[in-house]
């Protein structure tokens, strides 16, 4: 009995792909929805990679550039109308609002330092949610997709013991492929979850640093307008 029961089960094909075949339509739901999730999360990962790189770059030429001793007029002019970085949008905005602070007459309309503060803190809040978009995507795969997987392995389970009591049998062969079916759903999870956990952390703690140095570069651009405006 034990071998036949041994011969039944090692005649069964547990590979992955089979595996989800042989789930049932809510299994196979589940797991459809875990891999989504986790392609979608390696997606954000890669470009996350790329956009942070990309961002400390650009923000660490410009600001190169910024304290290279050029005045600050000329180098507005060279920029042109579009920003490209975000330490430049912040420089744009400040001169942008310190330029319109000033009449006809030369003289400053009160007020200017406050709108040229609230003009750069506005660009650094669009900086911000850039950097910071996608990675809220990365914190709910983390905390939810286990879940889901732990859900679909409690409805494979459920379909394993209906099948024991429908075809009255406790046999290896019976309960062995539903049960299996069932974890591969919790394993799903896992794989969607572990990597969108790990770089989340990773990844927010990254964009605070650029977001940081980003407010440091405002910080430094404020009072250097700031001693320019005392002086007029």
């Known amino acids: 009995m034990e071998a036949e029961t041994l011969s039944a089960t090692q005649s069964i094909d547990f590979s992955i792909l089979a595996l989800f075949f042989r789930a049932t339509l809510t299994v196979k739901i589940v797991m459809i929805i875990l891999m989504i999730s986790s392609i979608w999360s390696w997606s954000i990962i890669i470009q996350k990679f790329i956009d942070f790189k990309r961002a400390n ?19 507005f002019e060279q920029l042109g109308s579009r920003p490209d970085g975000d330490s430049e949008a912040i420089f744009m905005a400040g001169m942008i609002e310190w330029r319109q602070s000033h009449r006809k007459d030369g ?5 200017s330092q406050a709108r040229i503060d609230r003009a ?29 997987g732990l859900f679909g ?6 379909h394993s013991f209906e ?4 075809q009255q049998s406790t046999n290896l062969a019976v309960v062995a492929p539903g049960i299996a079916e069932a974890l591969l759903a919790t394993a799903l999870g896992l794989v969607a979850a572990i990597p969108a956990v790990i770089f989340y952390n990773k990844l927010s703690g990254d964009a605070e640093k650029i ?17 320019e405006l005392d002086r007029i």
């Open 57 to 75: 770059q650009k923000n660490r030429l410009f600001q190169d550039a910024f304290w290279s001793g050029e005045p600050l007029d000329e180098l």
């Open 107 to 111: 003289a400053l309309i009160a007020g």
């Open 120 to 148: 750069m803190n506005v660009a650094l809040s669009r900086a911000s949610d850039k950097l910071s978009s996608g990675l809220y995507v990365l914190a709910t795969v983390g905390s939810i997709a286990p879940f889901v």
């Open 153 to 158: 392995t409690v409805w494979g389970i459920k």
């Open 163 to 166: 099948q024991i009591a429908l």
């Open 211 to 227: 977001i940081a140095n980003q407010e440091g570069f405002a910080d430094e651009f404020s009072m250097i307008l700031s001693r």
